[in-house]
């Protein structure tokens, strides 16, 4: 294909309780000849110099919003395939299931969320097609009696609201949802490394959260309690918000398609004038819990475990210590999978665990020792 336009697009689906992941190949042809009609309305669309291409399934946001846009990509592949020769060149093409399950690159994941979307590309030589598309699609791009139809009857699907938009409406909108949740910094991270083609940016937090972006690595500090109080002089209430935006935003990042890369910070404050991401890969945390250590702690002695928790975080750390002894272990799950790991760590480890105690940090708390 060699049209001068891609322009991504979707529909924004509100519901109620969702349906099937994704319509047969006959449900999918009704509903792309629906939203074709739709589009037709809306846009000044010609079909002698456009092509539309479908992929007629449901996806969660997390699954479309990531870097390279993996399901337009994959939709354009297709399309390429497709839309080969001068007869080809300016056709719609409905993409749907076969036996409950998408082509490669296409298959939605499960999701119980109540926004859900369907995407499509428009291909054009137009220049104004692609200016009224920017401009236009979601201000006026409310889908007709027809569309809600074909997706309720083929998609099981019982929609609320359901509207137009670019890639682009989509990035605003989320940017919206982050910024309500308090997730600002998170969410320049995952907005630059979904726009821009070589990202590079960092972010810091009120919080002392630390994000450093290189197209789709992120690289983030992992700061212990007495790192958090050395370093930036937090209370144990401070180190549960640190730690409850630092979850927060790891999740998104992860469903967001970014990789990953937290390492254990041995020093602060970095360089600011360079940034060296090599040091970063040297102190990277890959298993499912990272440990300190302030001294040496024998394994034939009898220990006494903590579990340091929030109200507000659930567990913080696991802490391990010998009765007459002043060194201490402490565990820090980066999963909710690495607590189960630690404990059993600590009962392989230590032998002679003579008792455990917990210790909930509150307002105004104490560093437990």
Request: hydrophobic fraction near 40%; proline fraction near 4%; glycine fraction near 6%.
């Amino acid at each position: 294909m060699t049209h001068q336009h891609q322009l991504k697009g979707l529909i924004a689906l509100e519901c109620q309780q969702t349906g099937q992941q994704a319509a047969d190949r006959q449900a999918a042809s009704e509903i792309t000849a629906a939203m074709a009609k739709d589009l037709s309305a809306i846009l000044p669309m010609q079909s002698a110099t456009s092509a539309m291409v479908v992929a007629c399934a449901q996806y969660p946001v997390e699954q479309v919003l990531q870097p390279q846009w993996p399901i337009h990509h994959a939709l354009a592949q297709y399309a390429s395939a497709a839309f080969q020769g001068e007869s080809q060149q300016n056709k719609v093409l409905s993409i749907g299931a076969n036996n409950d399950l998408m082509p490669a690159g296409l298959q939605p994941k499960q999701s119980e969320q109540p926004l859900l979307l369907l995407p499509f590309i428009v291909f054009t030589d137009d220049d104004h097609l692609a200016a009224c598309f920017e401009k236009d699609l979601m201000r006026k791009g409310m889908i007709s009696p027809g569309t809600y139809q074909a997706l309720n009857n083929h998609m099981g699907l019982h929609v609320n609201h359901a509207n137009y938009m670019t890639h682009l409406d989509l990035v605003a909108m989320m940017h919206n949802h982050y910024q309500q949740l308090g997730q600002d910094s998170a969410w320049q991270m995952i907005e630059h490394a979904v726009l821009q083609d070589q990202a590079k940016t960092r972010v810091h937090s009120a919080h002392h959260n630390h994000y450093y972006l290189v197209d789709h690595l992120l690289f983030t500090p992992m700061f212990s309690m007495v790192q958090m109080d050395q370093f930036f002089g937090a209370s144990p209430q401070g180190y549960v918000d640190w730690l409850v935006q630092q979850r927060t935003a790891m999740a998104a990042f992860e469903a967001h398609g970014l990789e990953i890369h937290a390492f254990q910070a041995t020093h602060w404050p970095l360089s600011e004038e360079k940034i060296c991401l090599g040091s970063f890969e040297q102190q990277r945390l890959t298993g499912d819990y990272w440990l300190t250590c302030d001294g040496e702690l024998a394994t034939d002695q009898g220990v006494e475990i903590t579990f340091i928790e929030s109200q507000k975080a659930g567990l913080v750390a696991i802490g391990v210590k010998a009765k007459d002894q002043q060194s201490q272990l402490c565990y820090y799950p980066l999963h909710p999978g690495g607590i189960g790991a630690i404990e059993q760590q600590i009962k392989q480890q230590f032998k002679q665990i003579t008792g455990h105690r917990v210790h909930v940090l509150e307002d105004n708390d104490h560093w437990p020792s």
